[in-house]
């Protein structure tokens, strides 16, 4: 952090918030760092955000952010000390339509953010952020620390049951402190924007394993051939997510200036639609039992339903079409 940048401070946190924070700061402890994408090594990367995963959906949430921040912050050149291992990262890039933040460049590298920004997630939680504004009519990344003057919760935003435990919702900026990182739509623009996105699905992947192994360990299906046969379809649908994910890491390790936009667009269209498969089956096959009676299970399932909807669903689906359409020769051994 520039020097100017004070110390963080703790924030208030509530029973949940506290548990999930010992979660976060655990497996931080655990893995400082993971491998970035595209440097030869995004399977372990990814494997790694999977396993975090069938832990805690909440967990993985905040961490997956929080090595896409240092990711990002490595490829777009930042210095060293904004690279501090020590502070929880979050990534803030939402930009609907009413909510913007407006940066303002001041010496030093230092400038101010003014304005509102929505899906502030891990916001009761995280020690600094990278948050995207607008510097006129351009985009820019910037970096902040979460307890700096002039944030503020904006109420009410975050209703949710699943992630209830990532508070997701609107803060508020006035004359925030902020330091840019990079140029001015280098966070879009870099192949890493999209390598990304395969991080996410490998997210759900993990999560997603967890809920197929309360089926699979359940003694009362294998008596049931109706179970079994959810069993089956949960397999054939995982095994196929798993050598997608794979596959497209491999891909990336092999052309890692590319974007691979359409290949990520597919792993993460196919991962969601297996995760939700694997909901849908498991509760089919068992009924209403574990989502009554088993907490951790009942808690992944809602965590997860949520969760999935950060894909773009069938606008992915369009774009995979439109790609396909334009391919001379595809869908071959």
């Known amino acids: 952090m520039p020097s100017s940048f004070p110390s963080p401070q703790p924030v208030a946190t509530t029973a949940c918030a506290h548990a999930l924070d010992v979660f976060v700061r655990d497996a931080m402890a655990r893995h400082p760092t993971l491998p970035l994408p595209g440097h ?9 955000l999977a396993e975090i995963a069938a832990q805690d959906v909440c967990g993985i949430k905040v961490l997956e952010a929080h090595y896409d921040a240092l990711a990002i912050l490595t490829e777009l050149g930042a210095p060293e000390r904004a690279l501090e291992g020590a502070l929880l990262h979050a990534v803030w890039a939402a930009e609907p339509p009413d909510a913007r933040l407006e940066f303002t460049p001041g010496v030093d590298g230092i400038g101010t953010l003014n304005g509102i ?28 620390m979460r307890d700096a003057p002039g944030i503020t919760p904006v109420p009410g935003h975050w209703q949710a049951v699943g992630m209830a435990r990532v508070e997701s919702g609107r803060l508020s900026f006035q004359n925030v402190a902020a330091v840019q990182i990079g140029a001015a739509g280098d966070y879009l623009a870099r192949p890493g924007f999209w390598h990304g996105g395969g991080g996410i699905a490998a997210c759900w992947f993990g999560a997603a394993t967890a809920i197929a192994e309360t089926l699979r360990r359940d003694a009362r299906a294998a008596n049931s051939p109706h179970a079994m046969a959810h069993l089956g379809a949960i397999d054939m649908a995982l095994s196929a997510a798993a050598s997608l994910l794979r596959d497209t890491a491999t891909a990336i390790d092999l052309e890692p200036d590319a974007p691979h936009a359409t290949a990520i667009t597919r792993v993460r269209s196919v991962v969601e639609r297996a995760a939700t498969d694997v909901v849908d089956r498991v509760g089919r096959a068992l009924g209403p039992g574990p989502l009554c009676e088993d907490g951790a299970h009942a808690q992944r399932c809602a965590d997860l339903t949520t969760f999935l909807r950060q894909s773009h669903a069938e606008r992915d689906w369009a774009a995979l079409g439109a790609a396909a359409q334009g391919r001379e020769a595809t869908w071959q051994l």
């Open 40 to 48: 030869g090594d995004t399977l372990t990367r990814w494997r790694r």
């Open 117 to 144: 920004k929505a899906w502030c997630s891990g916001a009761d939680l995280v020690d600094a952020a990278l948050v995207t504004a607008h510097d006129g009519d351009t985009r820019v990344l910037v970096q902040i």
